[in-house]
């Protein structure tokens, strides 16, 4: 099966549901969608397995198409569409979990007819997640991306009736309109410099430089890494994250945080590896640049996090801080080898153990917000006592965000310190063990209060709904097994 | 069979977690290791105990463990004597079984699996997986009303000091190239450019987890609020950690430049046995009393440590350290487990408020009073040999022609230690077992026979090495 075959899958899925949920009457709620979405995103999950591209079967008509020239499917390809697909599954299954909150804050308060749609977008950005993961060039990767941020622009504000995920919708829209500007126009220098906008075409161009004026190259460069930034929550375009995240729908946020982040990173992947190859004119330029932004991006992000009361903000900086890590193992650019992974799998690699952790926290933030009516630290007070499986839960969800070895935490941050050391990056490297200890101090703050404080008299015990134990249950197993025995992951990369 | 020894207490940890009896799992666990741990010292040559599973292919780290020498074998022997009497001692608050036993258990699978790993990757990540459990216990269900802000400061004080550990270890991966430890000590010291900066690192972070004089702080007041069970395997397990990764790591790779530090080391540890010494003297409280001695007593060994750098041949002052290492993990498990029998029998742990205990409870008083005389270093107990030996090793390189070198003088400073252990610990004693009886203390009961079996087991392990320190002796060669 092509592997192209995947995207028209999960569009198709996100039609159809959105026709039935508009033709089907409503009175049995809109959960059902988000289940169904699910169930088939699960099922082209499956298929992801079996699709191969025109190298799989060169002998197939379809091989020959000129399709294969902007589409493509290698390892990483196909490692970042499970990856999209997976988030994509949790986060329905998160919202069908969050849909008393959705249906409060749309049009019919008292009932859930507004919430229909709020299963489907994810689809459609799923698939330009999907898509960016097999662009060849940058046009393709920017309309990829472009149907990606479009559907979160409404993700975002999707609780219409409440002002904090209004004001969240303007400020995601405004800088996200701000970046695209500057994506474009980088893009626009670069094909000015280059004569080419693929990644092929990019990486060919550098390796005979001719007469290359590498300034306009570099301005291009650092506008396209400005606009990439905005998706990845880099320093200086990460400025919406902490209100967009505070704001929006719990699940948007996860989507946003996980699946969003992702999409930047497989981008800006594609797009630096030509120029931070060993021939590459512009290398060590290349080279400072995302090294500055990686350094910024973890001082920042983790230490503004540390005064932070409401946990879902907190995990907003935390997220800055992660794409700090994930960008120092990009400026430490190394190709994969017999002793290392290389740095395009490791980012590979965190990404999924930054996928178990984060799903597996916004899960439990969903409930807490459900049923205990809000998102602050101090709403986890005491739920060492009230519901100690769950505090259990967290506690090691926690600590593997923080870092704490034999969790899928540790494995992430492990990979990019070896890079970053054999790369010699010592000053990156020192400011990133700074920012992991102040990692220890603001994850260990929740930690604190589940167990040591005393729960609010009127704190609710919270009662997990079946999807959420189960979803909850499965990622944290995850995220232990794969602290010991990190293999599955690998096997998925290769 | 060494996999069995660190994940048995990791699945009985789940499975209390998930509703397994608590206690029934926790002592079935702890049994087994025991067996288990036993057998490693019968065969410690056998093939049966290696396991090794490759986890990251790039770069290549494998979960590992074997016994790679005499030290791994009584370092996990002592593991397994504390986690079983620690699991059995103890007053669990009534419903707080399962957190109580998981962590217990949790506490002792990372200690197992750090001196078990031949991979520099889980020998560290092990112990910080020891450190989570305590911490939360600490704060859940420690002592005191301090006990949060206590807890808060170790985690901070001993997550920065793992850190400063990670980047002196993280420096060695990378010089050597490989994260097998045996690999590592294979290839010899590391280029010499390197080791001062390596061994610096090295002495703060494991320094600070062993409590070194001045990064001790966070040692006393944590033992004093810490739940009995947490208490003994922290001070009597987990602290050797940290003098294990100098013996194993340090000195064999960094020997030239730990010698640069030798002086400053040699004032530091006089700091851990005389300063902190007099600081226990003036404890009125018998939690933190020993706290602090367990501060002092690591001078001890550090002493041996520094023997072991001015002299690289000196088998002796190794043999001294791991055997003073074993000694006193076992004589502090097993006094900060009659400390909580104290206060659960007389309600207070204040000396002011104790006194005549050996009238109405005579075998706890036996009991105590040889743990304290264990403490104190008299002939007959395990510290006794470790603590000559240590003194011995000292001098061995002595040479009257050269006259005092300065391990030798910071040696005859440190046996004034020995005065300084034996008036606190007497004094305690008879603060509060002897003179006239109060009224707090005239009617306790006196220890019952679940308590006594893990003094007993402590014990036993005590006289056996006092007597006969050629049970560790031979492993060790």
């Keep these: 099966m092509p592997a192209y075959y995947l995207e028209a899958f999960t569009v198709t899925l996100g039609l159809v549901l959105l026709l039935a949920e508009a033709f089907f009457p409503a009175r049995k709620g809109k959960a059902w969608v988000g289940i169904a979405g699910a169930i088939g995103l699960a099922g082209i999950l499956a298929s992801a397995f079996l699709t191969i591209g025109p190298e799989g079967n060169p002998t197939a008509n379809w091989a020959s198409w000129p399709m294969w020239n902007f589409y493509q499917f290698d390892s990483l390809a196909r490692f970042f569409k499970i990856f999209s697909l997976l988030t994509t599954i949790f986060v329905l299954l998160m919202a069908v979990d969050y849909r008393s909150i959705l249906a409060r804050f749309t049009d019919h308060p008292e009932s859930e007819n507004g919430t229909g749609e709020f299963y489907c977008l994810p689809i459609f950005a799923c698939a330009g997640m999907m898509w960016i993961a097999s662009a060849r060039d940058l046009a393709t990767a920017f309309v990829a991306l472009e149907l990606v941020t479009v559907t979160f622009y409404i993700l975002v504000a999707f609780m219409r009736r409440n002002i904090g995920s209004l004001e969240a919708g303007v400020k995601y829209l405004i800088i996200g309109a701000l970046s695209t500007g500057f994506l474009v126009y980088g893009i626009a220098w670069i094909y000015g410099s280059l004569g080419t906008m693929t990644f092929d075409g990019l990486a060919s161009a550098l390796h005979s430089p001719g007469t290359l004026h590498t300034t306009p190259l570099l301005f291009g460069i650092a506008l396209v890494l400005i606009g990439l930034g905005f998706k990845v929550g880099a320093v200086p375009t990460h400025i919406w994250i902490p209100d967009v995240y505070q704001g929006a729908p719990t699940p948007t946020t996860a989507f946003l945080s996980v699946g969003s982040k992702a999409a930047g990173f497989v981008l800006l992947i594609r797009f630096i590896e030509p120029f931070l190859d060993g021939f590459s004119p512009v290398r060590h330029e290349v080279t400072g640049i995302l090294a500055i932004l990686a350094t910024a991006t973890l001082l920042f992000g983790n230490f503004a996090a540390i005064p932070q009361t409401n946990f879902k903000r907190l995990l907003g900086y935390s997220s800055i801080a992660h794409a700090g890590f994930l960008l120092l193992a990009l400026a430490a650019w190394q190709p994969e080898s017999i002793n290392s992974l290389g740095s395009s799998k490791s980012v590979a690699f965190y990404l999924a153990t930054y996928l178990l952790m984060t799903l597996a926290v916004f899960f439990v933030l969903g409930q807490v917000r459900v049923q205990r009516q809000g998102e602050a630290i101090a709403d986890f007070n005491g739920l060492g006592k009230s519901n100690p499986r769950l505090a259990t839960v967290m506690t090691v969800l926690l600590a593997a965000l923080a870092g704490v070895p034999l969790t899928a935490g540790f494995v992430g941050k492990f990979l990019v310190f070896d890079l970053a050391r054999n790369a010699h990056f010592w000053c990156p490297l020192i400011i990133g063990c700074i920012g992991a200890a102040a990692g220890f101090y603001y994850y260990f703050k929740i930690i604190r209060a589940m167990w040591w404080i005393e729960p609010d008299s009127s704190a609710a015990t919270i009662v997990l709904p079946r999807i959420t134990q189960i979803s909850l249950i499965m990622l944290t197993a995850a995220v232990i097994i794969i602290g010991i025995y990190p293999e599955p992951i690998y096997a998925l990369l290769r | ?477």
């Design chain 2, 1 to 477: 069979m060494l996999a069995i020894l660190v994940f048995l207490p990791i699945l009985a940890c789940l499975a209390i977690l998930f509703g397994a009896p608590a206690r029934l799992t926790a002592i079935a666990a702890a049994t087994i290791n025991l067996v288990i741990g036993l057998l490693a010292c019968c065969m410690p040559k056998s093939e049966v105990w290696n396991f090794s599973l490759t986890t990251l292919e790039k770069p290549a780290i494998h979960l590992s463990f074997s016994l790679m020498d005499g030290m791994s074998v009584v370092m996990i022997l002592l593991s397994v004597l504390v986690t079983m009497a620690a699991v059995l001692s103890g007053k669990v608050p009534a419903g707080r079984e399962k957190i109580w036993y998981a962590s217990i258990l949790l506490i002792a699978a990372g200690a197992i699996g750090a001196f078990a790993s031949t991979d520099l990757f889980y020998f560290y990540a092990f112990h910080e997986l020891a450190l989570v459990p305590s911490f939360l216990m600490i704060g859940l269900l420690g002592r005191g009303d301090d006990r949060r802000e206590i807890a808060w400061k170790i985690t901070i004080y001993l997550g920065l000091g793992s850190l400063v550990l990670l980047v002196g270890l993280v420096w060695l991966a990378n010089l050597t190239g490989t994260f097998s430890i045996p690999e590592m000590i294979a290839a010899g010291p590391v280029d010499p450019s390197a080791q001062k900066g390596i061994a610096l690192l090295l002495l703060i972070g494991f320094g600070t987890l062993v409590s070194l004089f001045p990064f001790h702080s966070w040692a006393a007041p944590a033992y004093a609020s810490a739940p009995a069970p947490v208490s003994m395997l922290h001070a009597g397990v987990l602290k050797k950690f940290g003098l294990y990764g100098l013996l194993r790591l340090a000195i064999p790779l960094a020997p030239i430049g730990l010698q640069a530090w030798l002086t400053p080391l040699l004032i530091l540890l006089l700091g851990n046995i005389l300063w902190v010494g007099l600081i226990t003297i003036n404890q009125k409280r018998l939690d933190s009393m020993l706290g602090n001695s367990s501060v002092m007593h690591m001078g001890y060994i550090f002493l041996a440590i520094a023997a072991l750098i001015s002299a690289p041949e000196n088998p002796l002052a190794k043999s001294a350290a791991i055997l003073l290492m074993f000694a006193h993990g076992i004589s502090i498990a097993l006094l900060f487990g009659l400390t909580d029998r104290i206060e659960r029998l007389t309600g207070s742990i204040d000396m002011d408020d104790l006194g005549g205990l050996a009238k109405a409870a005579p075998s706890l008083a036996l009991i105590f009073g040889i743990a304290a005389m264990a403490s104190i270093g008299l002939p007959g107990l395990a510290n006794f040999s470790g603590e000559v030996l240590v003194f011995l090793s000292a001098f061995k390189n002595y040479d009257p022609m050269t006259g005092l070198g300065p391990v030798q003088i910071t040696c005859i400073l440190a046996i004034w230690g020995v005065v300084i252990s034996a008036v606190y610990m007497l004094r305690a004693y008879r603060r509060i077992f002897q003179g006239p009886s109060l009224k707090s203390t005239e009617s306790v009961p006196d220890l019952s026979l679940t308590d006594r079996i893990p003094a007993l087991l402590l014990i036993i392990a005590l006289f056996a090495v006092g007597l006969y320190p050629n049970l560790l002796l031979n492993l060790l060669k």
